[in-house]
Structure formats: structure tokens, C-alpha cells
């Protein structure tokens, strides 16, 4: 707030004096403005209060106006301008998320699968068994049929071949179907398998 005080100041008229002397009178000239001392000052606001020696300042102005020597004007000073803020960052772009295969997906040429992105670690059978059914889909292969394709031999215990389908069946995950049982036959990729071949 800034406040500006007009104070006007006092002209004495000249005695003359003088043995039989009467005091003369001033000639009668215009009119003259008084000269006036104008001061100019600043009174900080600290929240909605101000200092104490401002208000004793203040008191001092407020009554040199009541007994008519001066007069004020009251200048509000505008409120500084906020500092501007750090400027807005754009939202990033939403890239599409990257294309992950919801089934397996296996490569023959490096020998290794991916569920979901994530290498299954199986063995040379296990995924020999797995490749070869997912060559032959929808085909039912008795165990004899997979020892002699899978294993290259006929004469191992057919329940070598129950024990491999169980271990990839527990490396795979029950949310990924692979292997189907046909009971009183054999094995087959199940029919909603999804497995993707990489390589021819």
C-alpha cells in the first residue's frame, strides 16, 4: 500500500517594527498556492496485518489530516504477478504395448520355448515330445508310436513316455493346455493348443 501526504507550509507575515512606527500592512498581492511537501511512502502488508512502527506511522498521518494540515491518497499497490510454475508436461505418448504370445512358442533351430515372453527350461525328450506333436496336430500317437519317433526305440517301457508327458505338462502350466490324454490309446496336442512353430 502506498500512501502519498500533502502537507502544506506555513508563511509568516513580516513584523515591521519601529519607533512611531505603525506595522504596515503586506500590499495586497494575488493569492499564492502554498507550497506543499508531498512524501511519498511504502507500508509492507504482512498477511492481512503490518509492522507495528507502520501503524505508528500511520496514526502520525491520520492525525495531521484531522486537524486539517495535510491530506492523503491511498494508492493500493497491485499484488505481485504469482511467479510463473514449472511449465506442464505433456502427457507421454501411449505406445501400444508390445505383442507377447499368449500360447508357446517354439524354435527348432535353438531348441527353446517361450511361454509369455519367459524361456521353459526343458529337456533334450521333453521338447523333442513337444515339437513332434505340435508337428502333428490333431493326430493321436500311441506310446509305441512316440518311443519310436520321440525316443528311437520301440522296446522302453511305455511308461517312460507317461512320465515325460507329466513333467511337461508341469513345466508348461495348467493355464497352457498341450498335451491331451485319449484314454485306452495314447497322446495328442490338445485342440486348443496354442503353439507356434518358429522355424520350418
Not at 492525525?63 to 491511498?74: A, K, R, S, W, Y
Not at 512320465?163 to 511337461?168: A, E, G, I, Q, S
Amino acid at each position: 500500500m502506498t500512501s502519498a501526504i500533502a502537507i502544506p507550509q506555513r508563511r509568516y507575515p513580516q513584523q515591521l517594527t519601529g519607533p512611531g512606527r505603525a506595522p504596515r500592512r503586506p500590499a495586497a498581492t494575488p493569492a499564492a498556492p502554498a507550497p506543499e511537501l508531498t512524501v511519498t511512502f511504502t507500508v509492507p502488508l504482512a498477511g492481512e496485518s503490518m509492522s507495528p512502527h507502520a501503524f505508528r506511522l500511520l496514526e502520525v498521518v491520520r492525525d495531521l489530516v484531522e486537524h486539517g494540515e495535510g491530506t492523503v491518497t491511498i494508492t493500493p499497490t497491485p499484488a505481485p504477478a504469482p511467479a510463473p510454475g514449472p511449465a506442464p508436461f505433456a502427457e507421454p505418448l501411449a505406445l501400444p504395448a508390445p505383442h507377447v504370445h499368449a500360447g508357446l512358442r517354439v524354435s527348432r533351430a535353438s531348441r527353446t520355448v517361450w511361454r509369455a515372453g519367459e524361456q521353459v527350461e526343458l529337456t533334450r525328450l521333453e521338447f523333442d515330445l513337444l515339437a513332434f506333436l505340435a508337428e502333428n496336430p490333431r493326430r493321436v500317437f500311441t506310446r509305441l508310436q512316440l518311443l519310436g519317433s520321440v525316443w528311437g526305440y520301440e522296446h522302453a517301457v511305455a511308461r517312460t513316455v507317461d512320465v515325460h508327458v507329466r513333467r511337461l505338462r508341469a513345466k508348461i502350466g495348467d493355464g497352457v493346455p498341450v498335451v491331451t490324454t485319449v484314454y485306452g490309446v495314447g497322446y495328442r496336442l490338445a485342440d486348443d493348443a496354442n503353439v507356434e512353430l518358429l522355424d520350418p
